[in-house]
């Protein structure tokens, strides 16, 4: 089993930056691919930033450039750092891991953690 628990989330301004946070636990081995992915109201659940199991990065368009995403195995996290916030970054955060275990592979999602950009 893979558990997922967001943290980070918050009030800021347009051009502040903000940390987010993902504590991974359970069968942490089976974790191939971890990401963060988020959902404005109104639009669909969008892809932020994903790290691949072989250190690779991925960013969506609208963050990239001012978006890092980093695993620490260690502390069993996966932070998410958003740098010159704007108002459309406004939206919840989930925390996504792909397991594969028992021969099969599933989508592990956290609650979600609300991230919110005064106008």
């Known amino acids: 089993q893979v558990q997922l628990v967001e943290s980070g989330g918050g009030l800021v301004q347009p051009g502040e930056s903000l940390r987010l946070s993902c504590l991974f636990s359970?069968?942490?081995?089976?974790?191939?691919?971890m990401g963060w992915y988020r959902r404005a109201p109104g639009k669909q659940r969008e892809l932020v930033a994903l790290?691949?199991?072989?250190?690779?990065?991925t960013y969506s368009e609208s963050v990239k450039g001012r978006s890092t995403i980093a695993r620490d195995n260690a502390k069993n996290m996966l932070d998410l750092q958003i740098d010159r916030l704007k108002p459309e970054d406004t939206a919840v955060y989930y925390c996504y891991a792909t397991v594969a275990q028992w021969g099969r592979v599933f989508d592990a999602w956290g609650q979600g953690t609300q991230v919110t950009v005064s106008s």
């Open positions: 790290l691949n199991n072989d250190g690779g990065e």
């Open positions: 359970g069968n942490t081995a089976s974790i191939s691919v």
